[in-house]
């Protein structure tokens, strides 16, 4: 069905489609050129081979810069960490060609990126970055085929969501530590994020003429999903920014003193007793309390700006006291329908006895 050979350093595949040889150039290694030859096949057999749209010779590493420089960069947000990722994929993958890339590539990725200690969402990190690389060539028909990354499945991130929030204790325990007049900076901050949810980025980059107090919200012009939000803030904020705001002279001028933030808010949590809470964590209480409260996850969603309820279930989080008033809610609904059980004279209802009732003619002592 076809032929494998080396030149060089470069190992080369040879195969016929509708009787016309096709040969390319490969890599490095006889085993990928063997499990391109085996892709190349599969192909012909399903119809899916169409060698018109094959750009020979295009290695991942020119078709991650091209991502890199012609979609990253003008697109994402995330276009300074999308090129950390992509350097060290160019590490991993420096010879081998969009066509010659195989699910099997990427299981051997993720499996080595685990076996070097990182987290497995660290590995769908990657894996999700060739994916979109991949989409992304074949959008701009510099490859056929299908995507090799979308056969393989990601990591399930369910099971490790962040599910850290203030409990009231904790809660009345920050709230008492930023009055103290050394935490003056960082407490508009932090009442900022309890009452509206807001990222720290977002926190940071209000000016003065975001805040509109007479409507009681702050206009974000952008966000992590590149959409303007007018963000709804309660009285008791309103009354934490109005003095800052009268202080500032200019439209442009920014609300909140970040200098030495991590530094500061190190301290604040420290000094609360704040256990494995990081800022961002505040975001996942404001959404708790307000789903607590409310019982609304379509409010909490509006509120948090996330374009999937499952998202919005990754921020709400209920405390086990709520959890136990909803249950109780149903002695309302069974309880008037559920007789009473008449209980046998000769059992006791307290004692048990290694796992057995005790019956009222046996001794309470062995």
Excluded at 56 to 75: C, L, N, Q
Excluded at 94 to 108: K, W
Excluded at 248 to 257: K, P
Excluded at 338 to 354: I, K, V
Aim: hydrophobic share 35%.
């Amino acid at each position: 069905m076809g032929a494998i050979f080396q030149r060089g350093d470069t190992w080369y595949i040879s195969y016929r489609h509708k009787g016309q040889r096709h040969r390319e150039a490969v890599g490095p290694t006889k085993a990928l050129a063997t499990q391109v030859l085996a892709k190349r096949t599969v192909e012909i057999a399903e119809g899916k081979f169409f060698p018109q749209k094959i750009k020979v010779g295009m290695t991942f590493v020119e078709m991650a810069d091209k991502w890199i420089t012609e979609y990253s960069e003008h697109r994402k947000k995330s276009h300074a960490q999308d090129k950390y990722t992509v350097a060290k994929l160019k590490e991993m993958f420096p010879y081998t060609t969009l066509e010659s890339f195989t699910p099997l590539m990427i299981e051997q990725m993720r499996a080595k990126i685990i076996a070097n200690g990182f987290h497995p969402l660290t590995a769908n990190r990657y894996h999700q970055t060739i994916r979109a690389i991949f989409n992304k060539a074949k959008q701009w028909g510099l490859m056929s085929g299908d995507n090799p990354a979308s056969k393989v499945k990601l990591a399930n991130e369910r099971k490790y969501w962040r599910t850290r929030y203030l409990s009231q204790e904790e809660l009345g325990r920050l709230l008492a530590t930023i009055e103290d007049p050394k935490h003056c900076r960082l407490r508009p901050i932090v009442l900022t994020a309890l009452y509206t949810g807001m990222r720290r980025g977002e926190i940071e980059g209000i000016r003065k003429q975001h805040v509109n107090l007479e409507r009681r919200e702050i206009f974000l012009p952008d966000t992590k999903n590149d959409e303007p939000a007018y963000i709804p803030i309660p009285e008791t904020l309103a009354s934490v920014l109005d003095p800052i705001l009268a202080r500032l002279e200019g439209s442009q001028d920014r609300v909140f003193n970040y200098a030495r933030f991590t530094h500061r808010w190190n301290r604040i949590r420290k000094q609360a007793g704040l256990e494995d809470f990081r800022f961002h964590d505040l975001r996942h209480t404001f959404a708790s309390y307000i789903t607590m409260a409310t019982g609304d996850l379509a409010a909490t969603q509006r509120l948090l700006r996330h374009r999937m309820p499952t998202m919005t279930q990754r921020y709400t989080h209920h405390a086990p006291k709520f959890l136990r008033g909803i249950v109780n809610q149903l002695d309302t609904c069974f309880g008037p329908k559920l007789a009473p059980q008449p209980q046998p004279a000769a059992l006791l209802t307290g004692p048990l006895l290694d796992g057995q009732v005790v019956h009222a003619s046996a001794s309470a002592t062995p």
